[in-house]
């Protein structure tokens, strides 16, 4: 039952949530209003988007594992207030380098917002009715990503950028006033302070995406991406090596030894290298190819957002009829069946066809995605025992932004492989045999989940390491 209290969680997290998914693709409409205004450089457009990736993509497994140890609720609104001084700042900006360290202080906000709030529905909601609350969340987090552009392209249209910052200010507010009230304090596996550790897997993460960030305009093959790339794998194997030699390590990597849990994040890797890098270039097709503007491109991308927002509800009610990996399934191969068109229809008809040859299969992928997410949080959290919810989290969103900064990283070497281009044919010609192997990702994705998840398995807590060896 949905219980006041569990409703007022939801709208807590759901609130902060939807700030931080906001923010995901809102700048990238406003990126020309803000290079004209700073009379930036392309190296800060990417940089004013790389900060935020950079800083949330390497904090999310500290905070999430922070927050089982200091407290859920103090590390979530600690994320929201973050966020919201981030946004703030960003708005304030007065160049390049502004911007970009409040871009940071955005991402650092957003690593704690996304995996805690996550981890608070989990453990707020008894077994029978996660699903649909984690449905719920997924939902919302769709509400954020399909505004986003529209949101963006609205701003730009007939208002200042800063705009788009200061939107984040009232919703950060409420959020942390509300989430002072309503949330309740709720701690996992409380694990001893591993300064040595944090470092080394913040440093591991910060060269691997770095060096995925900046392959394609330094040349993979430069010292800088080369040297970025080794050190963060060397790195992580040595936080690797560190962490066996602990009782209590900051990651358990038994974990990864069930099939059911190494497939839901290998899943979600593959499934947001596919999917991201493709909205990256389909995003570019609309503007670049098609001649629409930043508003244009925006109201056209619901059609494929708006369909996640719709669906991904509906996926928590499917998920506690038929299980996760049925409702998954239907969601990658949805999503690798859209991209595949997407490929065909550019190869068959080139770039200049009506946006209702588009529609259907933005609203196929969209849907893909909705029925994805909530299957992806509910399957990873069904694996561990509770306390350990919130490492599972961290690692399963750390992984799957991974995965989209990969995908837009290869997507991106893909696209610009080949001869110059020069004009929208050349975009569609490029564009191709990218969308198919964005497709072909979540090939991997889907295979990952039919092989090693059984059908119909029993969605319950279960983990090698029990809570009471745990606590030894």
């Not at 009715?129 to 505004?147: C, E, F, N, Q």
């Not at 996926?315 to 065909?344: C, E, P, T």
Request: with cysteine; charged share 10%.
């Amino acid at each position: 039952m949905f219980t006041s209290a569990r409703i007022r969680l939801l709208t807590v997290t759901c609130t902060a949530l939807f700030m931080a998914m906001l923010d995901n693709l809102v700048i990238g409409v406003a990126l020309p209003s803000i290079q004209k205004s700073f009379n930036a450089s392309i190296s800060d457009l990417q940089w004013f988007m790389n900060a935020y990736t950079l800083a949330f993509s390497v904090l999310l497994i500290p905070f999430s594992v922070l927050g089982e140890r200091f407290g859920r609720k103090k590390m979530f609104l600690t994320g929201v207030v973050l966020f919201t001084l981030g946004s703030v700042f960003s708005g304030l900006s007065e160049s390049p380098i502004q911007l970009i360290l409040s871009r940071a202080f955005q991402g650092m906000g957003g690593a704690a917002i996304v995996p805690l709030s996550l981890t608070l529905v989990n453990s707020a909601f008894p077994e029978k009715m996660r699903a649909a609350a984690l449905g719920i969340w997924s939902g919302i987090s769709g509400l954020g990503l399909s505004v986003g552009p529209l949101i963006g392209g609205l701003i730009v249209e007939g208002a200042p950028w800063q705009l788009i910052f200061w939107v984040n200010v009232p919703v950060g507010l409420l959020g942390f006033v509300i989430g002072m009230i309503w949330l309740t304090e709720s701690r996992g596996e409380k694990k001893p302070i591993d300064p040595l550790g944090i470092l080394l897997l913040g440093a591991g993460l910060f060269g691997i995406v770095f060096g995925l960030e900046r392959g394609n305009s330094d040349g993979w093959g430069s010292p800088l991406v080369v040297s970025s790339l080794l050190g963060g794998l060397l790195l992580l194997l040595v936080f690797y090596l560190w962490q066996r030699t602990r009782q209590q390590p900051f990651i358990r990597f038994d974990f990864f030894l069930k099939g059911r849990y190494s497939a839901f994040i290998f899943a979600g890797f593959w499934m947001n290298a596919g999917i991201f890098g493709s909205i990256f270039l389909l995003t570019l097709f609309l503007q670049q190819a098609q001649g629409y503007s930043a508003l244009g491109a925006g109201i056209r991308e619901m059609a494929w957002t708006g369909c996640t927002m719709v669906s991904a509800p509906l996926a928590g009610l499917a998920v506690s009829r038929i299980g996760n990996r049925a409702v998954l399934a239907i969601g990658l191969l949805l999503q690798a069946l859209a991209l595949f068109g997407f490929g065909i229809l550019i190869l068959s008809l080139g770039v200049d066809f009506p946006f209702g040859y588009q529609a259907p299969l933005m609203m196929l992928a969209g849907t893909g995605m909705g029925l994805s997410f909530t299957p992806l949080a509910h399957g990873i959290l069904s694996t561990v025992p509770e306390p350990f919810s919130g490492e599972a989290s961290g690692i399963s969103n750390a992984t799957r932004e991974l995965g989209g900064v990969f995908g837009i990283a290869i997507g991106g070497l893909i696209f610009q492989s080949g001869s110059i281009i020069r004009t929208p044919a050349d975009f569609g010609t490029h564009v191709v045999p990218a969308l198919l192997a964005s497709s072909a990702m979540i090939v991997l994705a889907l295979v990952c989940v039919l092989l090693f998840i059984k059908s119909r398995a029993r969605e319950q807590h279960v983990s090698e390491i029990t809570i009471e060896t745990a606590k030894a």
